[in-house]
């Protein structure tokens, strides 16, 4: 019986990740399955053989790559690790211009250039039907810091529409995603956006709070930066990047990103720029099981990361792992808010992030590089100790915020 729950489970996971792209509106887990128990006890099966669920999960997250490349041609396409990233442009970042016009001249265009907190860089389209594989090859060889601009997934699921948010008048904390319902700001950098999102509004729903369903951090106000719109290809990499340069820009202390994809250059040095402009980054670990790649931005340097626990304080089964865990959250067995006084159950490492993230805030109310530190010590005194003693990579530092889940029942 194990074999066929994992594989519900496993189909489950994969129609999340492959429809993430497209206004994420997704079946949540627990959920029932025909012919199979319901999934609440799928995963007490499946948490008795973790290296099966650990192999299929990641044959899940191939699956749902491979059908997202397939579904949009025009838009998605494999850089040469095989992760899915915006079709026939490429991402040169702090560019030289003797680089630009060698590019040029081999028929390639530019499209944008740009800087983000003093990092440049400088998007192509890649000239006929050149593969974004040696495109890149081709880049490197002219002496450009070159990649594709990759995209990101959502890692969470809800099973309802979330109401807006409930804004007061306290701490500003960034959300970046689709678009937040309510939100106190926003703004879009994709096609279409700013456009309310499931995904975004379920998330920012846990930091201020609405209705019956507790946030971290009531009165809390959200800053949206919506990198989805209705672009296919949304949730790229230099969409993430300009998103942090405007929440630097907003004076916003925090910012949660519920949003998993690959190493990315021009992204990882945008990272350290708001940083070091005292901006506080939480980002989620992902859904794709513990024998994918590291996610990122979890996985930066200085980011936060945040893996997730069920109602029984387990770690979740889908959860992704990082190059470093700071914290767990609640991610499962809970509620978020819905329209017209709804409340739906949630779950994914997607919702245990904004919980760290409305924690952090309530001691770093305003950047200043020099306060991270002590903030985070803070944190750390809330975290309680889970699995082996001290710090481990399953739980990082402890729970946080495990009393702000309104329970599922």
Not at 63 to 80: E, G
Not at 183 to 201: E, K, M
Request: charged share 20%; aromatic share 4%.
């Amino acid at each position: 019986m194990l074999r066929p729950m994992l594989i519900a489970l496993i189909v489950l996971v994969g129609a999340t990740a492959a429809g993430a792209q497209l206004v994420p509106r997704l079946p949540a887990l627990p959920i029932d399955v025909p012919g199979l128990p319901a999934a609440r006890g799928l995963a007490d099966d499946v948490l008795r053989a973790p290296s099966d669920a650990a192999r299929m999960l990641d044959q899940a997250r191939r699956a749902a790559i491979a059908r997202l490349v397939r579904d949009n041609p025009h838009s998605i396409a494999l850089d040469p690790e095989g992760f899915p990233a915006r079709a026939g442009e490429v991402v040169i970042d702090d560019p030289k211009d003797a680089v630009i016009a060698a590019a040029v001249a081999k028929g390639y265009r530019v499209i944008e250039r740009g800087d983000v907190l003093g990092v440049g860089y400088v998007r192509l389209a890649v000239p006929g039907q050149q593969s974004l594989p040696s495109a890149i090859r081709e880049i490197r060889k002219l002496g450009g810091e070159v990649s594709a601009d990759q995209l990101h997934m959502p890692s969470g699921a809800t099973d309802g529409r979330p109401a807006s948010v409930a804004n007061g008048g306290g701490t500003l904390i960034g959300v970046i995603d689709g678009g937040v319902a309510g939100a106190a700001i926003s703004t879009g950098f994709a096609i279409g956006a700013p456009r309310d999102n499931d995904h975004a509004t379920a998330v920012a729903s846990l930091i201020g709070g609405s209705g019956k369903v507790r946030g971290g951090l009531p009165g809390a106000r959200i800053a949206s930066a919506d990198v989805y719109g209705s672009d296919p290809a949304g949730g790229n990499a230099t969409a993430i990047a300009k998103a942090l340069g405007w929440m630097v820009q907003q004076r916003v202390s925090v910012v949660t990103i519920s949003l998993v994809g690959p190493a990315n250059p021009l992204l990882a040095k945008v990272v350290a720029a708001a940083q070091a402009r005292g901006l506080v980054i939480v980002a989620a670990v992902g859904n794709n099981g513990p024998a994918a790649p590291p996610g990122f931005p979890a996985s930066y340097p200085g980011v936060i990361a945040v893996t997730g626990v069920d109602g029984r304080n387990r770690a979740l089964i889908e959860a992704g792992r990082a190059s470093h865990l700071d914290y767990a959250a609640p991610g499962a067995d809970m509620l978020a808010a819905g329209i017209a006084g709804r409340v739906f159950r949630v779950r994914g490492t997607s919702f245990a992030a904004p919980l760290v993230a409305a924690t952090t805030a309530r001691f770093y109310p305003s950047p200043s590089p020099a306060a991270v530190g002590a903030a985070l010590k803070r944190v750390d005194a809330l975290a309680r100790d889970l699995g082996p003693r001290g710090p481990d990579r399953i739980y990082g530092r402890g729970l946080v915020c495990g009393d702000c889940r309104t329970l599922a029942k």
